[in-house]
């Protein structure tokens, strides 16, 4: 029964015209993302509108952030890293590998989820106190994740699982899994934070219950005949010689997400001694507006990903060049956009999340200008960074996900405060300056490498027997 549906999709992939093939691919895993952002965006908006407390436990809730990317990242390291490998073995025909990645992969996120839940209950508070916890926002820290981290196996399991799903061509299909727990999530969010009067309770409820129904909708289609790749208790067991390659090639994003989590927590510390929990609180707003820009790209690089992946599987490097190219055409309309309306309007930008706290709208407003300065180089970051996961370019990857944030970034945020007088500016400051020199970075390395692999495939197609 699997058989004809793998030649169809290597019809799909492998023949289809790129720019429509691209379209299909990514409008779904754009869509998905964008819903995704529903979970957190929706919840901080609801939260900052609490009476009484929406600024304080808006804080609160930015202080969780460290811990929550970090569940997310973990997702990525299995997901994202076996995803990719399962689109080069199926390119290559080898559809039984492709399988056997999966059911090791779902396995080893189980496992990594039940071991995330102890560790983050038993040791939340001196964790959220290292983070940048005051004592005014601790308590609305410790209710929201309190929740959430109990939630812990429905979040590695959709966001691990729908990779595999997008790795078939079935883009739709990961869309609706991210729509229906995001949609649900804005519906429940306000009866449980308003209605129930649970606050930030209510929100880490509503985000539990979503992520439960998104993490059932992955498994029940794996396990359905309308999968490519089938969901069978067979293959789950952990095969280490197809788990650690799966890992190498998911470090790269496991450590963009999670040096993200460290990224966060030096911003609140260094935040919380020039400008207090008012710049911690602007930080959440600014956190999230990144969201909101590095998602899309990110579902666009993913709707490229299948392309790339299979066409380099099945040596076809017109297709891979032409992937490519339509991937950062449509990432740098969208980036240049945002970052237009961010430059051009950030007190509409930051009411979106807090209006009836005017201090923290001017905080907000004045630091967005800032810390996307640069903001639209997140379209050269993005793509090429992508490209080089869909190519299986582990160390590349690894390498260039390490060096903004922990080669330059953080130790920007440490060390320019020594050279303003301005030190709140100067923390906001390290952030187009780390984004400029990594963009110029990674443009620079994609244009040596991916010119090399298709030099060694065209080598290698033309030394192979007819």
Same mark, same amino acid.
């Given at each position: 029964?699997?058989?004809?549906? *793998? ?37 901080? #908006? ?22 929550? *990317? ?46 995330? *839940? ?59 899994? @991210? ?144 992937? #490519? ?23 509409? @930008? ?92 990674? @443009? ?16 290698? *197609? ?5």
């Amino acid at each position: 029964m699997s058989q004809p549906k *793998t030649k169809r999709r290597e019809a799909d992939l492998g023949s289809d015209p790129v720019g429509s093939l691209l379209l299909r691919l990514a409008l779904p895993t754009i869509c998905a993302q964008v819903v995704n952002l529903l979970y957190n965006i929706v919840d901080r #908006i609801y939260i900052g509108r609490i009476p009484g407390e929406g600024a304080v436990a808006l804080t609160g809730m930015g202080v969780t952030f460290p811990i929550i *990317t970090l569940i997310a990242a973990f997702a990525s390291l299995v997901g994202m890293g076996g995803a990719p490998r399962a689109s080069i073995f199926m390119g290559e025909g080898d559809h039984e590998r492709a399988v056997r990645t999966m059911g090791t992969c779902t396995l080893a996120l189980w496992a990594l989820a039940a071991v995330l *839940t102890v560790v983050f209950l038993v040791f939340q508070r001196p964790i959220l106190l290292l983070f940048g916890a005051s004592e005014d926002t601790l308590p609305y820290a410790m209710q929201y994740l309190n929740i959430y981290v109990m939630g812990t196996i429905f979040v590695m399991t959709a966001l691990g699982l729908n990779g595999f799903i997008t790795a078939q061509g079935k883009s739709d299909v990961a869309m609706k899994t @991210v729509l229906i727990g995001a949609v649900l999530n804005v519906v429940l969010d306000p009866v449980f934070i308003f209605v129930f009067h649970m606050g930030v309770r209510g929100a880490a409820i509503a985000t539990v219950l979503s992520q439960a129904v998104s993490a059932l909708w992955v498994v029940r289609f794996l396990v359905s005949a309308k999968s490519t790749l089938r969901l069978e208790r067979r293959y789950l067991r952990i095969d280490g010689e197809l788990l650690l390659p799966s890992i190498g090639l998911g470090a790269s994003p496991f450590v963009m997400q999670s040096t993200e989590s460290l990224l966060i927590v030096t911003f609140n510390v260094s935040l919380q001694r020039y400008g207090g929990d008012l710049a911690v609180g602007a930080m959440t707003i600014l956190t999230s507006v990144a969201q909101m820009i590095q998602m899309p790209l990110m579902g666009l690089a993913q709707g490229a990903q299948p392309i790339l992946s299979f066409n380099y599987g099945a040596k076809q490097p017109a297709r891979m060049r032409q992937a #490519i190219r339509y991937n950062l055409l449509v990432a740098c309309v969208f980036a240049f956009g945002v970052w237009g309306l961010v430059q051009f309007a950030p007190q509409l @930008v930051a009411r979106m999340f807090c209006r009836e706290a005017p201090e923290l709208i001017e905080m907000t407003a004045w630091a967005l200008r800032i810390y996307f300065a640069v903001g639209f180089t997140m379209a050269f970051q993005n793509t090429f960074q992508q490209c080089f996961v869909a190519l299986g370019e582990a160390k590349i990857s690894l390498f260039l996900a390490l060096e903004r944030k922990i080669l330059l970034l953080i130790p920007l945020i440490l060390i320019l405060p020594h050279f303003f007088e301005d030190k709140l500016f100067a923390v906001f400051f390290a952030e187009p300056v780390a984004d400029l020199l990594a963009a110029t970075t990674v @443009v620079v390395l994609f244009a040596i490498r991916f010119r090399q692999l298709i030099r060694r495939m065209e080598q290698q *197609t033309a030394a192979a027997p007819d």
